[in-house]
């Protein structure tokens, strides 16, 4: 079994920047690849990024790279988002995830943390 927790959401102006954290447990966590997806309203969830623990590859989605970097503390078990340049279409919940296929399909992560609000005001 995994758990996840989300944590750093908030409000922030355009241009501003956020630190999303997922602090991860589980004995098997290190099996799992780490991924950040989000959800607007009326949206369906996507992909943002994604993350291995053991290697530290990444990929991110085209609308956020550049401006959004994924990264791991092993010691600590956490994977964070750092988001900067933010803009008010990247205003959704923000959910932490993990699944042991490396891919972006939402349907295939197996783990889910319970989501953080970010709200980016123009």
């Known amino acids: 079994q995994v758990q996840l927790v989300e944590s750093g959401g908030g409000l922030v102006q355009a241009g501003g920047s956020l630190r999303l954290s997922c602090e991860a447990s589980?004995?098997?966590?290190?099996?799992?690849?780490m991924g950040w997806f989000r959800q607007a309203p009326g949206k369906e969830r996507e992909f943002v990024a994604r993350i291995s623990w053991r290697g530290g590859s990444t990929y991110y989605a085209d609308s956020v790279k550049g401006r959004f970097t994924i990264s791991k503390d092993n010691a600590k078990n956490t994977v964070a988002l750092q988001m900067n340049s933010l803009k008010p279409e990247d205003t959704a919940v923000y959910y932490c995830a993990a699944g042991s296929q490396w891919v972006t399909t939402s349907a295939l992560y197996e783990y889910w943390g319970q989501g953080t609000q970010v709200t980016v005001s123009s």
């Open positions: 589980g004995r098997t966590i290190w099996n799992y690849y």
